[in-house]
């Protein structure tokens, strides 16, 4: 199930604890709930609708058998009144109509059914068609059991139901009196403990659909914590990696970052004071990097990456050198730094050309060569590749010139 973030987890909550007497949510979530479940809903009316329909079409065996002298009537009830409408319902559901409609429909042709059951019992003059009547009890458990029709048009239904019922009884004045009102009062009864499974079948689809929603939240918040780092908030390594992914097809830049004479700062003003920088730090890189331009994350330690996919060598030094500026703002004392008195970093910037070498792993170990060059050159700057040489060589040099 698809998560949709218009819809909080504690909405959700209290829909599942709501004891109203109403069945639907709210206007909104009743528009989304409709949206995720009223295709499948339509499908599997329709599948039980056409075997109901088959096995109506059968019941004309039946009343030749028990109403004889009204079997042409019985067939063209069937095959002109009844079978043509419900086909045409099939239609309508097949075309995923509005709720209402769809609802109506269903109620539509079950009423229908009973009607018909009214004039063919007033038609014939057989004995059989004192038992008639008894369909009723099958036109309500396919409404509200096998259909499920919404509550409220099931109650309606199951009303002019009960009502044909007691017209059909009261035609057969070969009936006792007491034996009429007996049946009646049977269906009546079989109507209202078809309506509380029916509102209880809904209930459960809606909590069901409300459990599931809240249950896809649930783990797409346990996957996006996996991806986080803790102490920044930016992304993990993991998170950083499903980024990463993405280059071969898009190309883009990867910027590494490391926070200049880290261990000496943490020496100096201790664990704490480190993790206080690191947070400031991860900051600036997410205020420096939008949503729409790429990811940042803690690669490990005090060294982060930002991965920008689709973007240029030109767009992806400009990002390296907003993030270098805004870092050197902050003018975070660092008296241990060999590259100034206050807190600094380095970057190094590689990229991947779409379609073309773009393995995230060379890109990387690019940018990471870039960094070192950074640092051999007086840290606080950005690196760009050269165009000449692989990572491997560009380490060596940038370890040369440390020397």
Known sequence: MAQDHSISATEIAALIARRGRSLTFPPRIEAIFEARTGAGRCRELNRTGIIALILYECLMLAD????PDVIVASVLIHLLVVGPVALLVVRIEYRMPPPWLREFAQVAISVMIAVS???LTYLSRSFGRIFLHFSMVEVLLFLGIVQQVRFAYTAAASAAVVVLHLATVMIC????????VS?????????????????????AERNAYLFGLLDTMRLAELDRLVRLDPLTGLLNRRGLDGALASLPKSGGAVLLLDVDCFKAFNDRYGHGGGDMALRSVAQAIRDNVPLAQGVAGRYGGEE????????DAASAQDCGERIRAAVEALAIPHAASLAGPILTLSVGVALARPGGDGDPQRVVLEA???????KAAGRNRVIGSSGSGTALQGRQEALALAS
């Open 64 to 67: 030749w058998m028990i109403i």
């Open 117 to 119: 059951l009214l004039v």
């Open 173 to 180: 004045a070969e009936i006792p009196l007491e034996l009429r």
């Open 183 to 203: 049946a009646n009062a049977l269906v009546t009864f079989s109507a209202l403990l078809m309506l509380m499974a029916n509102r209880r079948a809904e209930r």
């Open 304 to 311: 982060f990456m930002v991965v920008c996919p689709g973007e």
């Open 368 to 374: 990471d060569a870039n960094l070192y060059r950074a």
